[in-house]
């Protein structure tokens, strides 16, 4: 984006979550644009989430420009522009002590980010229902070969396609607004490639949470997207006294400054970041199932330290836990939004 256009749409790129939402529809998922104005097929797209495949098409034939309009107004309303930057990443390493086997905390280094557009809240589960009804499951361009068979394994409590705690192919209605849990990395990713979008990776997703906090006149990290201090008001942990997903509607107070909910608490986030464990020369790491990265802490994060910008955790990639979710993205680079016409939409 721009240099310019970027601080010309201050609406889009930072607009304030939606934060008018009512609390007693709490429950309700956040609202998909319509347009009934738009083709049929524009149509479908954009009520699916899939505006991603408009501005970035696979087969590099570009769509119409008011095509190209209307995918910008939905991306506007459901995703936040990330500027690039530097983050600094930490991890750990293994090594013995008197103790025995300990993790140390270490600070990995510098890495640049390019700008992306990020999910403001995490993929619900009203969204990822469109995507098994979709077939999404049955669609084996979505999924590696060498998991196909796991797929036959990803199924809800009744044996039915989808997550682990849903019942006859679709979630209760009351967490229709909560993200989305008991989905592995694969199928995160499927979802993510559906709607023509990709799992962030680490150092996207800590840019996200620490660029519009971190002071001008340091370079230093904020811990949270609101600041250094934690707050059990703005973000699902133990602390906050839930001790179960909440909808994607609450805990707004941790907002970042571009409207990006709940990159704290709530759920870990799935990353498009492999999990590597460093150690020191006496001790040997073996690592039986690829890892990937998980960020941001869930409702039952216990330690404040587990729930910060710069913490980590990983799990494998198979594992389809109550506590982890995901939030998608694509690249802003080489992307000139435009089009800011009033379009006639509809909330559904």
Same mark, same amino acid.
């Given at each position: 984006?721009?240099?310019?256009?970027?601080?010309?749409?201050?609406?889009? +790129?930072?607009?304030?979550?939606?934060?008018?939402?009512?609390?007693?529809?709490?429950?309700?998922?956040p609202p998909t644009l319509d347009f009934p104005g738009a083709p049929p097929d524009i149509r479908q797209l954009v009520r699916e989430r899939q505006y991603a495949h408009?501005?970035?098409?696979?087969? &590099?034939?570009?769509?119409?420009?008011?095509?190209?309009?209307?995918?910008?107004?939905?991306?506007?309303h459901d995703m936040a522009y990330v500027p690039g930057g530097d983050v600094t990443l930490c991890g750990e390493y293994a090594t013995t002590s008197e103790e025995g086997f300990v993790l140390v905390p270490q600070v990995v280094g510098n890495s640049q980010t390019d700008s992306i557009y990020l999910d403001r809240w995490c993929v619900t589960n009203a969204d990822f229902q469109r995507f098994v009804q979709a077939g999404g499951y049955e669609n084996v361009s979505l999924w590696p070969e060498q998991i196909l068979a796991s797929v036959l394994k990803f199924v809800d409590k009744t044996g039915q396609p989808g997550p682990a705690f849903w019942e006859n192919g679709r979630p209760a209605k009351a967490i229709? +607004?909560?993200?989305?849990?008991?989905?592995?990395?694969?199928?995160?990713?499927?979802?993510? *490639?559906?709607?023509?979008?990709?799992?962030?990776?680490?150092?996207?997703?800590?840019?996200?949470?620490?660029?519009?906090?971190? &002071?001008?006149?340091?370079l230093k990290e904020s811990k949270y997207p609101w600041g250094n201090s934690f707050d059990p008001q703005f973000a699902n942990t133990w602390a906050s006294g839930r001790h179960q997903t909440v909808s994607v509607h609450e805990c707004q107070g941790g907002n970042t400054p571009n409207g990006i909910r709940q990159l704290i608490g709530n759920v870990w986030e799935w990353?498009?970041?492999?999990?590597l464990l460093a150690a020191t020369e006496e001790i040997t790491v073996h690592m039986t199932d690829p890892m990937a990265e998980v960020r941001g802490g869930a409702f039952d994060s216990y330690f404040h330290s587990h729930t910060t910008?710069?913490?980590?955790?990983?799990?494998?990639?198979?594992?389809?836990?109550n506590n982890v979710g995901f939030r998608c993205?694509?690249?802003?680079?080489?992307?000139?939004?435009?089009?800011?016409?009033?379009? *006639?939409?509809?909330?559904?």
């Amino acid at each position: 984006m721009p240099f310019a256009t970027f601080f010309s749409r201050p609406l889009s +790129a930072f607009r304030a979550s939606f934060s008018s939402a009512k609390p007693d529809a709490a429950a309700a998922a956040p609202p998909t644009l319509d347009f009934p104005g738009a083709p049929p097929d524009i149509r479908q797209l954009v009520r699916e989430r899939q505006y991603a495949h408009i501005v970035r098409p696979a087969d &590099g034939i570009a769509f119409d420009p008011d095509s190209l309009r209307y995918a910008w107004k939905a991306i506007d309303h459901d995703m936040a522009y990330v500027p690039g930057g530097d983050v600094t990443l930490c991890g750990e390493y293994a090594t013995t002590s008197e103790e025995g086997f300990v993790l140390v905390p270490q600070v990995v280094g510098n890495s640049q980010t390019d700008s992306i557009y990020l999910d403001r809240w995490c993929v619900t589960n009203a969204d990822f229902q469109r995507f098994v009804q979709a077939g999404g499951y049955e669609n084996v361009s979505l999924w590696p070969e060498q998991i196909l068979a796991s797929v036959l394994k990803f199924v809800d409590k009744t044996g039915q396609p989808g997550p682990a705690f849903w019942e006859n192919g679709r979630p209760a209605k009351a967490i229709a +607004a909560h993200p989305v849990v008991g989905v592995s990395w694969y199928e995160a990713n499927a979802y993510a *490639q559906w709607v023509g979008k990709r799992l962030p990776t680490s150092a996207e997703w800590q840019r996200a949470g620490t660029w519009g906090s971190t &002071g001008s006149d340091s370079l230093k990290e904020s811990k949270y997207p609101w600041g250094n201090s934690f707050d059990p008001q703005f973000a699902n942990t133990w602390a906050s006294g839930r001790h179960q997903t909440v909808s994607v509607h609450e805990c707004q107070g941790g907002n970042t400054p571009n409207g990006i909910r709940q990159l704290i608490g709530n759920v870990w986030e799935w990353m498009n970041t492999q999990y590597l464990l460093a150690a020191t020369e006496e001790i040997t790491v073996h690592m039986t199932d690829p890892m990937a990265e998980v960020r941001g802490g869930a409702f039952d994060s216990y330690f404040h330290s587990h729930t910060t910008c710069q913490s980590r955790s990983a799990q494998t990639l198979l594992a389809r836990k109550n506590n982890v979710g995901f939030r998608c993205c694509f690249s802003a680079e080489g992307l000139d939004p435009h089009g800011d016409e009033e379009l *006639q939409s509809a909330d559904a």
